[in-house]
């Protein structure tokens, strides 16, 4: 993307809607968005219980993923909550239709800002919102936090001073 951005992603069963909790999820679509532009970045599909991660699109974001965040340990030492975050690392908001707490405090800790939604969404009215906030002369807090450069680096919030 050759402007300031969000990387949004949306958890989905259908690829057409925000349809489903983080945890249930078959698979994650990534967009990068701006106030005038939309690009598709990748679809990632969480396989039932799969120990080898994610499969990613051919611009795969090299994270993996698993079906559910709170598997029972198999003793293997693998952790299906860290792989399926871990796909999203380098997004700035997910969107989807329930979360964990333990689910929203490891996509704190990557920056990731996580959307709840009750009612079952169109991706495409999900980003048309985006886009809404991101055309506003002073977009909220939380928006102009998660932006991301043109390189996909966050960009450096200068906060407000006081005159």
């Given at each position: 993307m050759d402007t300031p951005h969000l990387r949004v992603a949306m958890m989905t069963n259908s690829l057409i809607?925000?349809?489903v909790p983080f945890?249930?999820?078959?698979?994650?679509?990534?967009?990068d968005v701006t106030a005038e532009k939309i690009e598709f970045v990748d679809a990632c599909y969480f396989g039932y219980g799969s120990k080898k991660g994610a499969e990613m699109g051919k611009?795969?974001?090299?994270?993996?993923?698993?079906?559910?965040?709170?598997?029972?340990?198999?003793g293997t030492g693998f952790d299906p909550l860290t792989e399926r975050v871990n796909a999203l690392v380098g997004c700035s908001l997910l969107f989807t239709k329930g979360l964990s707490d333990l689910a929203a405090y490891r996509l704190h800790a990557h920056k990731i800002f996580p959307v709840n939604?009750?009612?079952v969404r169109d991706i495409d009215?999900?980003?048309?919102?985006?886009?809404?906030?991101?055309?506003?002369?002073?977009?909220?807090?939380?928006?102009?936090?998660?932006?991301r450069d043109v390189d996909g680096s966050r960009l450096v919030y200068a906060h407000a001073q006081c005159a």
């Open positions: 809607q925000v349809d945890a249930a999820a078959k698979r994650v679509t990534i967009y611009k795969g974001l090299g994270g993996k993923c698993c079906q559910m965040d709170e598997m029972e340990d198999d939604t009750e009612k009215d999900v980003i048309a919102q985006v886009q809404k906030l991101l055309q506003m002369n002073t977009p909220p807090l939380w928006v102009r936090r998660s932006m």
